[in-house]
């Protein structure tokens, strides 16, 4: 009886453990991936002072 | 005869659950041989108490209150013989980006069972078909008539402001844009505006996608956690929440509080605090049912309770002056304490507590406290719901997940409810961060 008591008792520990470590993991996770989706919005946006490196080709008139 | 039944269950197992505190008090006097061990879990079993009468208060209160609003009498739903007298109702659908569900949520409307209604379905800005797929049914005959509108994005609250603005019901029902009404919610609603001094009515949201364990635990969670608590508050007609799934508001309520504000993200809580604040009665109908699909993925789950932490801290700190008006506006002062006990205190014990005993039973070896401690738990957290489930007249399976409930399922939730907390004090910008649909719902036969 003390044994399964003392197994029991070990159990809980572990499990216990177990979900406050997944708890915080999973929490720490969310919070990285919706923060991932503002920083791309930022990276995607060129600063306003950025050299125009592409110039649109524009004919010769006609004569 | 269940419910007998069912609150004697609960009553044997508080007393297990007392007997069992009694015993491990006399496993700490073994302990307290050692004084370093002793002392620590002396402390140990104090907190443990404390938490556990908390506890025990809090579900005694609530089931007490519930029980009295159980055996308050329910008004009669409209009925066929009324018919000529049903007051007109508008049922406001706000969509963006809901190509998936909408045409399951308009079925679901027209098969509705009452004479006078129509369906206002107002496209955010939406990015997909919302709007093609809803138009057909705007041409379509029938003796519900839908309107579809369109406007640029702005938000929930200006979508279902824009709906209200068009509403020709002095009933406006307010719905989420993946909800599956069932057929006779409308009639068991409208019953209590007899009553002048009611502003909603709440309806009862019950998750139908239960096979992915997350979304079973919700299905319990809405049955032991929300709906225990809205008939305990419909008890006081102070239900702090009117949920956006379903909820029921007299016209002239709404134009006393402007509607739905826009500078939080829980809409639908702050709505309801103005209207108590007002001296509305809000009150709930468990019989009007909504079927609405839950987050079945773990991060998904996270990310919805994040925005709904956020958004009640945000509505706690707009409405901080009602927490002092005791006198002036009573319902929203109960209302706001009992939210910010639930969203905020108790989860700070909650994990607090956890905290304390893994510490205890790592650093000093009190693992038999850890086991006594969940043994108590267990048996108040099943025999609760065991009385909610039957109450509910909700699925007995439920139950075989009462024991994940506290132990596992509710500290994942309170481990992110303190994230989002610590992210709302330090003023963390956040969008709506929308979830996908599943697309399990579809309209009841």
Known sequence: MDSIF???????????????????????AMMLKRRQPQRRKREAVPPPDAAQLLRRYVPPEPD | MVSRLASIVFLAAVTLAAALGAHHFAV??????????GTVAGVIAVVMFLFLLILAARYLLLLGLAAYSQSQPAPQPWSIADDGDAPFVSIIVPAFNEAPMIRSVLES????????????????????????????????????????LVKANGGKFDALNHGIAQARGEIIVCIDGDSIVERDALRYLVAYFDDPNVGAVAGNVRVVNRAAIWS???????????????RAQSAAGAVSIVPGPLGAFRKTALADVNAYDGDTFAE??????????MGWHVVYEPRAVVLTEAPEHTLDLLRQRYRWTRGSLQV??????????????????????????EG??????????????????????????????????LFLDCATALYCICVED?????????????????????????????????????SWDKLARLGRLSPAT
């Open chain 2, 28 to 37: 700490v006097e073994v302990h307290s041989e050692a004084p370093i061990e």
């Open chain 2, 394 to 430: 909700e699925s007995p399976r439920l139950a075989l997940l009462a024991p994940f409930f506290r132990v596992f399922y509710l500290i994942v939730l309170d481990v992110a409810r303190l994230f989002a907390a610590f992210d709302e004090l330090a003023r963390v910008g956040m």
């Open chain 2, 344 to 377: 905020l205190c108790l989860p700070v014990l909650h994990v607090g507590a956890q905290l304390v005993f893994i510490i205890g039973g790592l650093a000093l070896g009190l693992h038999d406290l850890l086991l006594y401690w969940w043994l108590q738990l």
């Open chain 2, 216 to 230: 079973g635990l919700q299905a319990l969670e809405y049955v032991v956690g929300l709906g225990l608590a809205k």
């Open chain 2, 316 to 341: 706690l700190a707009k409405r901080k002056a009602g927490f002092f008006s005791l006198r002036r506006s009573p319902m929203e002062c109960l209302g706001l304490w009992y939210l910010g006990f």
């Open chain 2, 268 to 277: 639908d809580f702050d709505l309801t605090m103005k209207l108590l604040a």
């Open chain 1, 6 to 28: 003392i197994f029991l008792s070990n159990l809980v520990l572990f499990l216990s453990l177990a979900t406050l470590v997944f708890a915080v993991g999973a929490s720490v």
């Open chain 2, 109 to 148: 409307l027209l098969a509705i069972d009452y004479p006078r209604c129509e369906v206002i379905v107002v496209d955010d800005g939406s990015s997909d078909q919302t709007f093609l797929r809803a138009l057909p049914y705007q041409q379509r005959r029938s003796e519900i008539g839908i309107r579809v």
